[in-house]
């Protein structure tokens, strides 16, 4: 079926509406020309009058459609998983959110734990989700493998939306970058680390008065991730020092006590 065809397009999207289907993934735009971007246009009033969401793949970057049309979820526009054969992910990784990702929300299909990880650790691909931010967040592993790594009730935990973000120092692009997000009550602080391995120490002072109950993810020596809960609580008086990896990565998770 052609969605450049209006009438194509129109049945399309009321038979999403009658079969109760909430919203559709519409791939391969591939340019830039007049007619291609006018079709974003149609695509999102037509679907927005069926309440129907939409995921844009194949496309360009965003440019602020979504202020028009919010059923837009997120647009692909990115190297993402997809690349299976980048070999240097570690400094992609560590670009994107600072330059691709100022243009809006990325489908990026996060977190893999096999070889198409490339050169960053588990840890790294589990603190991408909480980064290259996406109101669909599409993980790109095998569910299989999900459900039964150690790091499960992390990843479960992430997520799609924030209500406040804060870039930290030493990030720097193609370096490092560590974001400190807040979804409700709750602050995440997650950190991708570039090719250079590295020590950095992060104070907390992000977090509001309180005691933090806290849960680690972090790089083990094989490049997996193990997953743990501090036993003492913790301040915005406190600090984390965290070793990094070459490709390696970091997340904790601040629930208040």
Not at 95 to 118: Q, S
Request: proline share 5%; charged share 25%.
């Amino acid at each position: 079926m052609s969605l450049r065809d209006p009438q194509a397009r129109h049945h399309f999207f009321q038979r999403c509406h009658d079969l109760g289907v909430t919203g559709a993934k519409i791939d391969f735009f591939d340019h830039e020309a007049k007619e291609t971007i006018d079709l974003y246009q149609s695509c999102l009033k037509e679907a927005a009058e069926q309440k129907l969401l939409l995921d844009f793949h194949g496309a360009n970057k965003p440019t602020g459609e979504s202020r028009t049309w919010p059923n837009e979820l997120t647009r692909e526009a990115v190297k993402g998983m997809e690349a299976s054969k980048l070999v240097d992910r570690a400094t992609h990784g560590t670009t994107l959110p600072f330059t691709r990702l100022l243009a809006g929300p990325a489908e990026y299909t996060p977190v893999i734990f096999g070889e198409r990880r490339a050169n960053t650790t588990w840890t790294h691909q589990i603190a991408s989700a909480a980064i290259l931010s996406a109101p669909l967040l599409t993980y790109g592993a095998n569910p299989a493998k999900i459900v039964t790594n150690a790091c499960v009730e992390m990843i479960k935990s992430i997520p799609s939306v924030w209500d406040e973000t804060i870039v930290l120092p030493p990030s720097e692009i193609g370096e490092i970058a560590i974001f400190a997000r807040r979804s409700g009550p709750t602050w995440f602080l997650a950190i991708m680390n570039g090719t250079t391995a590295r020590k950095v120490r992060i104070p907390l002072s992000f977090l509001p008065k309180g005691d933090y109950r806290t849960s680690l993810v972090r790089d083990n020596k094989d490049g997996t991730a193990g997953e743990t809960t501090l036993d003492t609580a913790l301040r915005s008086s406190n600090s984390l020092t965290v070793d990094l990896h070459a490709g390696g990565g970091f997340l904790a998770r601040f629930s208040r006590k």
